[in-house]
């Protein structure tokens, strides 16, 4: 389950709502499961609501320990 | 230019009704003084119910399909245009010129007049800039309820000129090249945007056009093409699996080299759906023997709407008939074709 | 897009890959199990179980909520849709399972049924709002992840007081389907021998990690918390064979990104709130569960389809010949089942799993054909 992708927030509406853009193409999401919300925050979105914000620090520290496997060995083929 | 017909259409508030169907009066106004006064052309003007014409040599091609498309307007056309892009495209397909085109329309009873006329100053619009006249056609009414607005259905007659050796899908073999024209997806999601319900704002538009002209520099620089087919409906994945079931081949296709836009990748990933089901109205696919591959796509790139024309893959012996992708990723996967619509998922 | 195509990087892909294999190799065998249907067509759809080294064995579990509906649910639905006045707004997903005599969604609509396929509950509410003549039902399935914009659609038609509007719960719980498969006493279908667990990431953005530090701690068995894009698959497939190396039995979440152990407070809140516990629910291929799904609450009763509309809930068999709840429980895998692919296809499916996009045998149809690797279930291969 659970198509969810992660867009970033361009714009806040006074009713609880943001547009999400992701690759250029905008959204209106509803942002009633999460809190503090600012412009330019990443957030999950699966059918039409925001679940959580993403960490960024966290995406990079996950990319870091991605980066680091398999350095030095050869490829499994 | 003063209406001979007594009272005049009211365009804008106006409805069609029974009348315009049933053959008299009311049905005649309709015709002349919206469908040929639009369409515009010296067969059509002469109001037979039919079109005659001298026959050039050649093998004839004859076309015909159907247009429901909903919503009938949607970012970068609309039923009328597509139903005059699709049908030339049919014939360019087969290697050949289009000559004329039929249009017939069914109409609902309550349909406002208003749309009608921007539909077909639409197909008019694109039937001028195609350079194929509509030169004959038909209308009629059903009751409300029995139509969705509009239904048009178009055929076309085209010509394959002597040295052209006509596509055919069963004529791919191993070791040819796989082209495509263009990007892929593009009207699916302009048509997905439009819908109710979906309410995601991009600046994808519809990518339907006419690729008769494209075709013919392309036959130009390679007579002999093995297959051309423009991966409409199910999009690019049914048309590539047709196609190595009536050749019965299979393909190996690198994904990383089939162009997609951005918006329509992202729209994609959005609503859990593939680009390579979505339907394209103005791009193609072409195979061809592998000597010829890169003067077609040097005559595909020298044409506006070939201009993103890439080579993606190649033919294989297959039992199965499978279109193999290598991924971006790195892995191989089938290309299946769809079963039934391409439906937004939340799994 | 960002946070997307970094976590597909071809190349971190082939060395991980690797290390994989070089962490993997040795006398003993991996049996993991992605919980998540999203995860198992991740794993078709990017070729990773073709990376992965034979020790590794990837068992598809029953996290599809499209597949462990069962029948008598959907029926329900299609009941409803059926209804003079109603209009039945459901996920996409839903609109070609089978029912019983092949009947679905899909076919009701066709005879002249009201049924709309919209991307969210909030859509569903906004034609209530529209459409106030019509009776809404919206067919609300789900795990965790969609279960709290069940919870706020509910709660925004009581503060609104928009009457013709309602919701046909069927949403259900991860760790209980976890549990089963455990073969926890007084779950159907016994055990089957997993030995780990890559655990659904978007699942635990609401419910966090920690639900799951009981099936490492009463259970021995390690879990990873995973992203969906395939190097997260793959990270935490390189976890969980670390944890077994190590002899370690933890919960490790390799999603931090987007899930922390607490998960999502006010979401929880919310559905808290709206829902409350069934004390058991049919799953398919799983049998009854205890406490594994949600209802309505009293106090939100008049958003509650199954209160407002009389229609029983009615058990209905599976196909005798459909695997699907084996397939579900993970002690066979689709091609064992023996009307895969003959009489069973996307085009004329029988059971949900070939329906679903993310569904076992959907995702191996359309992906996994070309594979050399199909171990049995006895392991071999």
Known sequence: MCLAIPAEVVALHADGSATVSLGGLRKAVSLALVEGVALGDYVIVHTGFALSRLDPAEAEATLALLREAGVGLEDAG | MASSWGRRLDWDTGRVDMTHGAGGRAMAQLVDELFVAAFDNPLLAKKNDQAVFEVPAGRMVLTTDGYVVSPLFFPGGDIGSLAVHGTINDVAMAGARPLYLSASFILEEGFPLRDLRRIVESMARASREAGVPIVTGDTKVVEKGKGDGVFISTTGVGVVPAPVVTPSGERARPGDVVLVSGTMGDHGVAILSSREGLAFETSVRSDSAALHRLVARMVEAVPDIHVLRDPTRGGLSATLNEIAQQSRVGMLIDEPRIPVLREVTAACELLGLDPLQLANEGKLVAITDRRHADRLLEAMRADPLGTDATIIGTITEDEHHFVQMETAFGGRRILDWLVGEALPRIC | ?381
């Not at chain 3, 109603?86 to 609109?95: I, P």
């Not at chain 3, 979401?267 to 516990?277: D, G, S, T």
């Not at chain 3, 799993?353 to 569904?359: A, F, K, L, R, W």
């Open chain 3, 1 to 381: 897009m960002k946070y997307i195509d970094e976590f597909r990087d071809g190349d971190v892909a082939r060395r991980l890959a690797a290390q994989i294999a070089k962490e993997a190799r040795g006398a003993r065998r991996y049996r993991l199990m992605e919980f998540c249907g999203g995860h198992t067509h991740a794993l078709w759809r990017y070729g990773i179980v073709e990376m992965l080294p034979p020790e590794v064995e990837m068992i598809h579990g029953p996290g599809c909520p499209v597949c462990v509906l069962p029948i008598g649910r959907l029926e329900q639905a299609i009941a409803l849709a059926r209804t003079p006045g109603v209009t039945l707004c459901t996920f996409g997903d839903m609109v070609r399972v089978p029912a019983r005599d092949r009947r679905s969604l899909l076919k009701a609509k066709a005879e002249g049924a009201d049924i709309r396929i919209v991307y969210g509950s909030a859509d569903a509410l906004r034609l209530a709002r529209e459409s106030p003549a019509r009776e809404v039902v919206f067919f609300a399935i789900g795990f965790e992840t969609t279960t709290p914009a069940t919870a706020v659609v509910v709660k925004q038609a009581a503060e609104e007081g928009i009457k013709n509007f309602s919701v046909l719960a069927s949403h259900v719980l991860t760790p209980s389907a976890m549990l089963a498969i455990l073969g926890a006493p007084g779950a159907a279908g016994g055990g089957i021998q997993v030995d780990g667990f890559v655990g659904p990431g978007h699942v635990s953005t609401i419910i966090g990690s920690q639900p799951y530090e009981r099936f490492a701690r009463d259970y021995g068995k390690p879990v990873v918390v995973a992203g969906f894009e395939p190097l997260d698959l793959m990270q935490s497939i390189l976890m969980l064979v670390r944890q077994l190396n190590e002899g370690r039995c933890e919960v490790e979440n390799e999603y931090k990104r987007a899930v922390v152990r607490g998960g999502n407070a006010r979401a929880i809140a919310l559905v808290e709130e709206v829902f409350e516990l069934r004390p058991s629910f049919e799953w398919r291929g799983l049998g009854s569960l205890p406490d594994s799904a949600l209802r309505v609450r009293e106090r939100y009763a008049a958003w509650d389809a199954e209160r407002r509309w009389s229609i029983p809930y009615e058990a209905v068999a599976d196909h005798p010949a459909c695997a699907c709840g084996e397939i579900l429980r993970g002690e066979k895998r689709p091609t064992d089942c023996k009307i895969f692919g003959t009489a069973c296809t996307p085009e004329s499916p029988v059971g949900s799993c070939m329906v679903s996009p993310e569904g076992s045998c959907a995702a191996y149809y359309a992906y996994g054909r070309l594979s050399k690797r199909r171990p049995r279930p006895d392991g071999e291969g």
